[in-house]
């Protein structure tokens, strides 16, 4: 077995998604564009430098819409497949546009006391109890409650969408194709209830926007419908779920940076960049194809060619970090890649970022005694390679 041989397959194994960072490092170090085999034997791509990763984010001969290369849809041609994550210019800008408005800086600092309120009410249930899990009891229902404030959806549905959006991330692995077919038939009807609803008794909430904006003049296709929404719903609350149960999980492994924090609450904004930056919620880009044949790094990249970019990877690049491998809350203003780059830069950032602040100070300032139930060996992280978290962290307090 040669060498690229061996360090794929520690691609796919449960230590490597305990802890890529090692097999990163070597990565970056012999091979930073590596030819990789995934589960379901497709070849491609992976960039694991941190320029190597910029380039290639802001690259227009990269393309998110496969169907572009081949002029139909392969594979299965979901709701997901029609929003701005897969699509590219000018679509992407005109898709985005009609979105970007509900998540400026503006709109999202007048949300702060109302995400603030339902941390304090997650906060007060997790008190009458002697212990949590961070993912079910904070992490999972802050970002899910806000973003089905901000679309108009009924809360009482959020554990549905839990279902459905875990199915849709870890549906890549085989075993999982079958639930994840059912589960898109679910999730497609019901969106389709709801958008009925809504055209018949339209609010101030983001779909009622959406389909108004589709109504006034061919800006929304009801495919793009479906797509914006199911990706507002989705990547919604998978990043803030993973960025607020890395962070913690990272504090708790670095009792001198969770001291440093309580005892300085107002380093919470460079705190949270370390954590982005340290253990990322998103451990690769979605998938880009080539557009065309081109030379990338000294590779030859073939047009159709499958490319992914190790986010992760990238912000552990001692090229651009100094000594990457330390959490360190006092790092200068970090230019990590935990969102992303150019013009597919996370449209929900800033939202992820003040609802991580909000559910870490508050918790941190209401359980200071917080500590792991477990250990760390025990905790199992979700299969996949886009998000990056930890199905269960059990704390006593």
């Avoid at 959806?153 to 279902?163: A, G, H, L, T, W």
Wanted: glycine share 6%; net charge negative.
């Amino acid at each position: 077995m040669n060498s690229n041989e061996s360090t794929n397959n520690t691609l796919f194994t449960k230590e490597f998604t305990k802890n890529p960072y090692p097999t990163y490092a070597k990565l970056r170090e012999t091979e930073p564009v590596y030819r990789i085999l995934l589960p379901d034997g497709q070849y491609g791509w992976m960039i694991t430098r941190y320029e190597d990763a910029i380039e290639a984010l802001k690259d227009l001969r990269l393309i998110k819409n496969f169907s572009k290369l081949t002029g139909e849809n392969e594979g299965y041609d979901s709701i997901f497949t029609h929003n701005m994550l897969f699509s590219d210019p000018p679509d992407h800008k005109r898709l985005r546009g009609l979105v970007q408005k509900a998540f400026t800086p503006r709109m999202i600092a007048e949300m702060r006391d109302r995400i603030q309120e339902i941390t304090d009410d997650l906060l007060d249930e997790i008190a009458k109890k002697d212990s949590m899990n961070l993912i079910d009891d904070l992490a999972f229902p802050l970002p899910i409650i806000v973003i089905c404030e901000i679309l108009g959806v009924p809360s009482e549905d959020r554990d549905k969408f839990r279902i459905w959006s875990n199915s849709l991330i870890e549906g890549t692995n085989g075993e999982h194709a079958k639930d994840m077919a059912v589960h898109m038939q679910e999730f497609t009807k019901y969106l389709g209830d709801r958008f009925s609803k809504v055209r018949e008794s339209p609010g101030e909430d983001l779909i009622s926007q959406l389909i108004m904006a589709e109504e006034e003049g061919d800006k929304l296709t009801e495919k793009e419908l479906y797509g914006v929404v199911s990706l507002l719903i989705i990547a919604g609350h998978e990043t803030t779920v993973n960025l607020i149960g890395n962070s913690i999980l990272s504090f708790l492994e670095h009792p001198d940076q969770l001291q440093l924090l309580q005892d300085h609450p107002e380093m919470i904004h460079t705190a949270l960049e370390e954590s982005l930056r340290y253990n990322g919620p998103v451990e690769s880009s979605t998938s880009r194809w080539a557009r065309e044949d081109f030379e990338f790094k000294g590779k030859e990249i073939s047009k159709g060619d499958l490319v992914i970019i190790a986010l992760n990877s990238a912000n552990h690049d001692p090229n651009q970090f100094t000594d990457p491998e330390v959490f360190d809350i006092t790092r200068e203003k970090s230019p990590h890649l935990a969102f992303g780059k150019g013009i597919h830069l996370c449209l929900g950032a800033p939202l992820a970022r003040l609802e991580g602040e909000i559910a870490i100070s508050s918790l941190l300032q209401r359980f200071p005694q917080i500590k792991l139930s477990v250990d760390t060996n025990e905790l199992e992280w979700r299969p996949g390679m886009v998000v990056r978290g930890v199905k269960e962290i059990p704390l006593s307090f």
